[in-house]
């Protein structure tokens, strides 16, 4: 069968379980993608098309939405769209468009609506369910049937308790009939599309979590170079110090090392936490008796030093590794033993990207007297800075005429296997 654009990714097994050390899925000769990619803006408009307004794109957490009227807007591919929680706790998506002359209906980013969305021009007025309700005096129209003008509705879905949107096939059905022929074969579930991932992050509960925090981050650097910058600790030595001092920068293995979803774990050491104090901050949240996936530790190279503070004992509770996934193309997806951080990144422009970054935790958590979510935010906090202030380094040097790309080393075999997949929907 030939590859469609959605196609479900039949490189990956369900659940996959082999840890491999990060050279190990190493392909030599791999570069850097060419500079046209990070600044063109003719590159940017093909991905909105190609990749944004075709994919499941993260856009946020149910939490966010507990209660019936709870909405939030939010961008993909250029367009607002309402995430709303409705009457009977359904969560739907609709265009922020208003059936009469189009106004954008909510400006504001998120809270809580009555029972109806009512538009702030003529004041037509909509249910959460999308249903036109009222529209003043439009009783004396001939033919003006309520029925034929609902919100145009987007595809939503929860996974792992995250609420994605897709445009496809709803979008393409307010295009021309020969887009929607084009467009219907590559429309794919959202079960369909994590498949592969199914039951792998269930210990985290991810579902029941709450936020804690979000921090948003206004980056000057393409999109592109902030899923590259996550997939590898090459960096970390020099650009994180305190990290690397509770997670030894080469202890990288990934279980996922193609396709759309790729990672993998890094040890924390014995005792430690990724937290300013180096104390956990909360109650676990992992369920330790379902970790077995582990790799035995006489396959495995051991480098000196902070390896020694590892603890083997617990290497198989998962007490002692922080997991980092990328999720294409919005999210990362980084869990801890005590918390669950999510950055969902929303391209902007060529050189410009919004990253909204969420610290979860058990709701229980919350209840105790000793939770400190503000130790983990504020390291994350300020590695993610050190992170952004490299990657606009990057955005800055690769703009320049003297850039080519360049060779990755064994130790970004994950960047470069991202930049494959990437270039891979492209063409599609
Ligand atoms: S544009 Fe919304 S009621 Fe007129
Ligand atoms: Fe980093």
Redesign the pocket.
């Known amino acids: 069968m030939p590859h469609t654009a959605c196609e479900v990714p039949v490189t990956q097994t369900k659940a996959p379980s082999i840890f491999r050390k990060t050279a190990e899925s190493f392909e030599p000769g791999a570069k850097s993608l060419p500079q046209r990619y990070f600044i063109s803006p003719e590159v940017f408009a093909q991905e909105q098309e190609r990749i944004f307004s075709r994919q499941w794109v993260l856009v946020g957490h149910q939490s966010a939405i507990a209660q019936p009227g709870d909405y939030f807007i939010s961008e993909v591919a250029n367009e607002s769209l309402i995430v709303v929680r409705g009457k009977r706790g359904e969560i739907r998506g609709f265009y922020n468009v208003c059936r009469h002359r189009g106004s954008r209906l909510i400006e504001n980013r998120n809270g809580q609506l009555s029972a109806a969305i009512q538009c702030p021009y003529h004041a037509w007025t909509y249910a959460l369910d999308g249903r036109l309700l009222g529209a003043p005096h439009m009783d004396d129209v001939p033919d003006f049937n309520k029925a034929s003008y609902s919100l145009h509705p987007v595809n939503v879905e929860i996974w792992e308790g995250f609420v994605f949107v897709n445009l496809n096939g709803e979008e393409a059905r307010l295009r021309s009939e020969a887009t929607a022929r084009q467009r219907s074969g590559d429309f794919i579930s959202l079960e369909r599309w994590f498949a592969p991932l199914a039951g792998k992050f269930s210990r985290w509960k991810s579902p029941t979590l709450r936020s804690a925090k979000r921090i948003e981050y206004d980056v000057r650097a393409n999109w592109k170079l902030i899923f590259e ?2 997939s590898e ?1 090459y ?2 030595l020099g ?2 110090p305190e ?1 690397s001092k509770i997670s030894p920068y080469d202890s990288a293995e990934n279980d996922l090392t193609e396709g759309p979803f790729l990672g993998g774990f890094m040890r924390i050491a014995k005792g430690r936490s990724l937290t300013m104090s180096g104390n956990a901050c909360a109650l676990g949240i992992a369920d330790a008796s379902r970790v077995r996936d582990r790799a035995p530790a006489h396959n495995r190279n051991p480098s000196q030093k902070i390896e020694d503070d590892y603890d083997h004992e617990h290497e198989h509770d998962g007490k002692n590794r922080v997991f980092y996934y990328s999720i294409f193309p919005n999210m990362l997806l980084s869990l801890h033993p005590d918390y669950v951080m999510v950055h969902q990144l929303q391209p902007q422009s060529p050189e410009q990207t919004l990253i909204l970054c969420d610290w979860f935790f058990h709701p229980e958590a919350f209840k105790h007297s000793d939770f400190d979510p503000d130790d983990a935010i504020e390291f994350w906090d300020m ?1 993610n800075r ?2 952004w202030h490299v990657c606009e380094l990057s955005q800055q040097g690769i703009a320049s005429r003297a850039y080519q790309p360049g060779p990755y080393s064994s130790r970004e075999s994950i960047p470069a296997a991202w930049d494959e997949y990437y270039l891979r929907r492209m063409k599609t």
Do not use: K, M, S, T
Request: proline share 0%; with cysteine.
């Open positions: 910058n996550y600790c960096h970390c650009v994180h990290l590695v050190q992170d």
